[in-house]
C-alpha cells in the first residue's frame, strides 16, 4: 500500500483536532482589553497544545517521507498514535477552564506521554517493516530526544499534584526541546542539500 492515504488521512485529522481546540476559545463579552484576562488559562494552554499538534505533524511528515511503503502494522500503530492525539483538545480545554489545576495538568501529561509513546510504536513498527539499514533507522539514530521527553512527562505528572507550575513548566520544556529543527530524517533523504 502506498503513504499517500496515510498521510492525507493522517493530516485531515490533525487539521481537525487543531480546530477543536480553537474552537474551545470562547469570545469575551466586552470590547475592552481586559476583558481577555480572564481568558489567559484557556489561550495559554491552546497555544502549548497547539504547538506540540504542530511538532507532531511536522515530524510524522518526515517520519512517513522517509519510509517506502505502509503495512497493516502501521496503519495500526498510526491510528494508535491518532487517537491519543484526539484527546488533546479534551484535556486542554479541562485543563485550561480550571486554571491548571492538578487532576487536568496531570491528565495533560498522560495525554502527552501516551502520544509519545505511540509515536514511538509507530516509529519502531516502520523500522521493523523496512529494516534496521533503513533511511528511518539511520535518521533516528539513537533518539535521544525521543528518550528523554516520556521521561520528562513520567516527572511532570506526579509534579502537577505538588506545584502544577512545574508540571507546565516541564511540558513546555519538551516542546521547546523539539521546537529546535530535527534535522536528521532531512539530511538522510537522498534528495537532500550537502551541509555547508
Known amino acids: 500500500m502506498g503513504k499517500d492515504r496515510l498521510e492525507a488521512f493522517s493530516d485531515g485529522v490533525i487539521a481537525i483536532i487543531i480546530t477543536i481546540m480553537v474552537l474551545e476559545l470562547k469570545v469575551p463579552h466586552g470590547a475592552e482589553v481586559r476583558s ?39 496503519l495500526w500503530a498510526n491510528l494508535h498514535l491518532l487517537f491519543w492525539l484526539s484527546l488533546v483538545p479534551f484535556v486542554t ?50 533518539d535521544l530526544k525521543g528518550k528523554i521527553s516520556p521521561l520528562i512527562y513520567a516527572i511532570a505528572v506526579p509534579m502537577a499534584f505538588v506545584q502544577e507550575w512545574i508540571a507546565c513548566a516541564l511540558y513546555a520544556l519538551v516542546a521547546l526541546i523539539w521546537l529546535v529543527p530535527d534535522r536528521r530524517i532531512e539530511q538522510k533523504l537522498p534528495d537532500a542539500p550537502a551541509s555547508a
Open 36 to 74: 481577555l484576562a480572564p481568558l489567559w488559562p484557556v489561550f495559554s494552554s491552546y497555544v502549548l497544545s497547539f504547538i506540540y499538534i504542530g511538532i507532531y505533524w511536522n515530524n510524522h511528515h518526515h517520519m512517513l517521507h522517509a519510509s517506502k511503503r505502509v503495512t497493516g502494522a502501521i
Open 93 to 142: 480545554g479541562w485543563m485550561g477552564e480550571n486554571h491548571f489545576a492538578a487532576g487536568p495538568t496531570a491528565l495533560y501529561g498522560v495525554i502527552l506521554l501516551m502520544a509519545a509513546i505511540a509515536y514511538w510504536i509507530l516509529q519502531r513498527t516502520i523500522i521493523t517493516s523496512e529494516g534496521s539499514r533503513s533511511l528511518l533507522a539511520a535518521a533516528v539514530g539513537r
